[in-house]
């Protein structure tokens, strides 16, 4: 690992912003954050989603959140389970599509209106619902959801198309697709990976994995190359959609948690950026991941680079985000406290009061924005 001192963490990451002074926060849990556009991001908490306007002028380094707007909010009745966003032809962030406990599929603007929802349905009318997991195709007009089935929504018809269940369709967690390729893969909390054909749908192989998948990456830059991020693991694996039963590369970090969002790419696909349990970032270049030789066998690099960065957080990284044109990185930190143990622990150990109590259970969790070089 390469070793970085203070001086060159400030000069790379900067931070502008930070919801510690933000009031409006009242201590709920935010799960994660993401960019919407140039001169926005939204909140994900357990139960709603909020969205922030700000002010970035990337020559002056000068950023102010807009604190005095008429605050943009969707109030969820159940628990948030998964997102996504859906992109327009020109690559602008357009719509976001929700999952949610025992709720239709939501689309939402970017007001955060509700725009269509949809209730996933069977051939005998049993409807489906609290799919785990969501995510757009990004270069076509589909959403793919569900759990222990699959179901694909045409954008266009606007019509859900369930496909039956399947055996090995055992806790889906995530999707990833490339127009490159025929086929699609699904990620599962059952340690599996599933590569399906794109066209009808069909499970093409099942990969055994050690850990519980939760996030799918396939390259756009590098051919044949997808990343896979495990849940409760201290590791990220780079394979070879040719060659799926063996990794490439483990990439390691110290992650061990249950959190669904592993890592990050800048939008050339160069440089992978991932969190740790205390709070430091973590950047792997991968831009030289191989060469094509005219026999046509790889050639990988036998390690990648690593830089470890000391950012001003001291406690769980839980997601990062990247706004590429502003060179802005949103980052989520902190943990849900709601382990019943440690309140009888402060009680019995420091005679706490309730109202004491009840604070220390409160959710300690913040979102940051860096400027970085």
């Given amino acids: 690992m ?18 510690k002074n933000i009031l409006q926060q009242n201590n709920k849990y935010i799960q994660s954050s993401k960019f919407i556009s140039n001169g926005s991001f939204i909140i994900f908490n357990d139960k709603n989603i909020i969205k922030y306007n700000f002010d970035y002028d990337l020559s002056s380094d000068f950023f102010k959140l807009d604190l005095n707007q008429s605050q943009k909010e969707f109030i969820e009745n159940n628990y948030i389970y998964d997102y996504d966003l859906i992109s327009d032809k020109y690559g602008i962030n357009s719509n976001i599509c929700l999952c949610s406990k025992d709720n239709p599929i939501r689309i939402l603007n970017n007001e955060l209106s509700l725009v269509k929802s949809f209730s996933l349905e069977n051939k005998q009318k049993d409807a489906f619902l609290s799919s785990t997991f969501i995510k757009y195709e990004q270069f076509g007009l589909n959403i793919y959801t569900g759990k222990n089935f699959l179901c694909k929504i ?63 990456k396939l390259l756009d830059n590098k051919n044949y190359n997808i ?65 094509h030789k005219e026999n046509n066998n790889i050639d990988y690099p036998k390690k990648f680079n690593k830089e470890e960065f000391d950012i001003g957080i001291y406690d769980f990284i839980s997601s990062i985000d990247l706004n590429n044109e502003l060179n802005l990185m949103l980052i989520t930190n902190g943990e849900r406290n ?36």
């Fill in 2 to 19: 390469k070793n970085i001192d203070n001086k060159s963490n400030e000069e790379k990451f900067k931070c502008v912003c930070s919801s």
């Fill in 154 to 216: 045409d954008l266009i018809k606007e019509k859900e198309m369930f496909i039956n269940y399947n055996k090995l369709y055992n806790n889906l967690s995530c999707f990833g697709f490339n127009i490159k390729y025929s086929c699609y893969f699904l990620g599962s909390f059952s340690n599996e990976i599933l590569m399906c054909d794109y066209k009808t749908d069909k499970i093409i192989e099942e990969f055994k994995q050690n850990k519980p998948v939760n996030q799918i």
């Fill in 227 to 291: 990343i896979v991020g495990y849940r409760n693991s201290d590791y990220i694996c780079i394979f070879d959609i040719r060659k799926m039963n063996n990794y490439l590369y483990k990439l390691e970090r110290d992650s061990l948690t249950t959190k669904k969002i592993n890592f990050v790419l800048d939008n050339k696909e160069n440089n992978l950026f991932s969190g740790t349990v205390n709070g430091k970032l973590i950047k792997y270049n991968i831009s030289d991941e191989f060469e």
């Fill in 338 to 373: 709601d382990n019943y143990n440690e309140v009888d622990y402060y009680f019995k150990n420091y005679n706490d009061s309730e109202d004491d109590l009840e604070n220390q259970l409160k959710s300690q969790s913040y979102f940051q924005i860096y400027k970085f070089n």
